[in-house]
């Protein structure tokens, strides 16, 4: 049976809600009244449960209770993505109950450390005995800021290309993916012909299926970037040629569109390939009728793949006793058996060195070639631009733009032009201010 996306079916709407609401508390420098009291022996965690792991999740917790008898953990739905639990945590931040470990994606941690929301961690390392040198380094890193860290990785992810076997061999075409999307270019049409009218060669994510995330590796092999650090580069040469790219895709030649639902449209052979999470790959599988194929993103001159996802972070505002429970329980559940775990039951890959190399991942790859894709792509991949990552709202800016010239053909260079507009108004009104200086 084919399931609803991961993203959540009211995913759209209320991203767009999420993302508004974010923006006010930012704008106002409020750092949160909330500390809901809270018990110090019950450890309260708020996740989307990314990737359908809210059984992996409760076994984690199973785990996690029976070697520290004296915690409770109490695992609460924080929404259907991840937008949605940015959503509630802000909302709690004006006086509601704080959770002890809150869930953030890539786009939303850095605005909570910026008002002061969530704690800074290396203070506490130490009472929790977390041994972070463990951490596979770049995503440890991905939440340093201001030379603290903010989030220990716990869902991390890269876009994967993924693709139907089947199609491809009636194409013609050899077993693996693309080597530049002007290759891609080529076979998109070869590709068509194969699927007939109905279907497609090739399915973009549409802004809630995070195209803002998927297409910053295709920019960065045009030569483009969202941002250097906060200078926006939307309407560079190598940003315009890749958003002209897609729009030529599904426009000109024809053999692609934004599907609303990358993973099951791709599983139901719908769409012949997609972009789509490291974190799709366990409901990719179970969905598919035939033969699934991945493999890295096209990069034949540098990056071309970057890294995503979540980590796990901890509200300011609790007492010190809570926020140690916590970071036990985070440095719990991600470490080498435990993400080894999630990682092979769910696609998302482990966040630990020691997990990468051992015999139960080995002899996992070796079974699993898909998984194996993930885990190998990994040190090929880049860190975000901070146009997406570190601006409230600006993924689904950036989502919006490109999916406006997918379902609109929308034009391109004012689209892009609007996109960097609206972007910079954010960083100008809400993040400078509030830089260290
Ligand atoms: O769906 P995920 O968990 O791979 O996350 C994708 C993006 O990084 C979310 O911003």
């Given at each position: 049976m084919v399931e609803l996306s991961r993203r959540g079916f009211l995913a759209a709407g209320v991203t767009a809600a999420a993302g508004a609401v974010l923006t006010a508390c930012v704008g106002s420098g409020n750092s949160g009244s909330g500390s809901g009291?809270?018990?110090?022996?019950?450890?309260?965690?708020?996740?989307?449960?990314?990737?359908?792991?809210?059984?992996?999740?409760?076994?984690?917790?199973?785990?996690?209770q029976q070697a520290n008898p004296s915690l409770t953990v109490q695992l609460v739905d924080g929404g259907k993505n991840?937008?949605?639990?940015?959503?509630?945590?802000?909302?709690?931040?004006?006086?509601?109950?704080?959770?002890?470990?809150?869930?953030?994606?890539?786009?939303?941690?850095?605005?909570?450390?910026?008002?002061?929301?969530?704690?800074?961690?290396?203070?506490?390392?130490?009472?929790?005995?977390?041994?972070?040198?463990?951490?596979?380094?770049?995503?440890?890193?991905?939440?340093?800021?201001?030379?603290?860290?903010?989030?220990?990785?716990?869902?991390?992810?890269?876009?994967?290309?993924?693709?139907?076997?089947?199609?491809?061999?009636?194409?013609?075409?050899?077993?693996?993916?693309?080597?530049?999307?002007?290759?891609?270019?080529?076979?998109?049409?070869?590709?068509?012909?194969?699927?007939?009218?109905?279907?497609?060669?090739?399915?973009?994510g549409n802004a809630t299926d995070y195209l803002g995330w998927t297409f910053q590796g295709p920019v960065r092999t045009f030569g483009g970037r969202y941002s250097d650090q906060f200078d926006l580069k939307f309407t560079e040469p190598g940003t315009i040629a890749a958003a002209n790219?897609?729009?030529?895709?599904?426009?000109?030649?024809?053999?692609?569109?934004?599907?609303?639902?990358?993973?099951?449209?791709?599983?139901?052979?719908?769409?012949?390939?997609?972009?789509?999470?490291?974190?799709?790959?366990?409901?990719i599988a179970k969905n598919a009728k035939f033969d699934v194929?991945?493999?890295?993103?096209?990069?034949?001159?540098?990056?071309?793949?970057?890294?995503?996802?979540?980590?796990?972070?901890?509200?300011?505002?609790?007492?010190?006793?809570?926020?140690?429970?916590?970071?036990?329980?985070?440095?719990?559940?991600?470490?080498?058996?435990?993400?080894?775990?999630?990682?092979?039951?769910?696609g998302y890959m482990p966040v630990r060195k020691s997990a990468l190399t051992s015999a139960s991942t080995e002899q996992f790859l070796a079974k699993n070639p898909n998984f194996a894709t993930a885990v190998n792509q990994l040190p090929k991949t880049t860190s975000q631009d901070y146009a997406r990552v570190f601006v409230p709202g600006g993924d689904k800016i950036i989502g919006t733009g490109f999916e406006q010239i997918g379902l609109r053909n929308a034009d391109v260079d004012s689209t892009m032009a609007s996109v960097q507009s609206q972007i910079q108004q954010i960083i100008d009104r809400q993040i400078t201010p509030k830089l260290p200086k």
């Open positions: 009291g809270g018990n110090s022996n019950t450890i309260t965690w708020w996740s989307s449960h990314p990737g359908k792991s809210t059984d992996v999740e409760k076994d984690l917790i199973t785990r996690f991840y937008e949605e639990v940015a959503q509630k945590f802000n909302a709690a931040l004006s006086g509601g109950a704080l959770p002890d470990v809150v869930m953030l994606s890539d786009v939303w941690w850095f605005n909570f450390a910026l008002i002061g929301a969530i704690a800074p961690l290396d203070d506490l390392f130490g009472k929790a005995s977390v041994n972070t040198s463990d951490y596979v380094d770049s995503l440890y890193a991905d939440y340093a800021w201001n030379n603290k860290h903010w989030a220990l990785p716990y869902a991390r992810s890269t876009p994967l290309f993924y693709y139907n076997k089947a199609v491809w061999q009636q194409a013609g075409l050899p077993d693996r993916g693309p080597t530049s999307w002007q290759e891609f270019d080529e076979w998109g049409p070869r590709l068509q012909d194969v699927v007939g009218s109905g279907k497609l060669a090739h399915g973009w790219y897609l729009r030529s895709s599904i426009h000109d030649k024809k053999y692609a569109a934004i599907s609303n639902d990358i993973a099951n449209d791709f599983g139901a052979g719908i769409i012949a390939s997609t972009i789509a999470s490291t974190g799709d790959l366990s409901g194929g991945t493999a890295f993103l096209p990069a034949p001159n540098g990056p071309g793949c970057v890294t995503g996802g979540t980590g796990l972070a901890i509200p300011a505002k609790i007492s010190d006793e809570r926020k140690v429970n916590a970071l036990k329980f985070i440095d719990f559940i991600t470490n080498t058996d435990n993400t080894t775990y999630f990682s092979q039951k769910v």
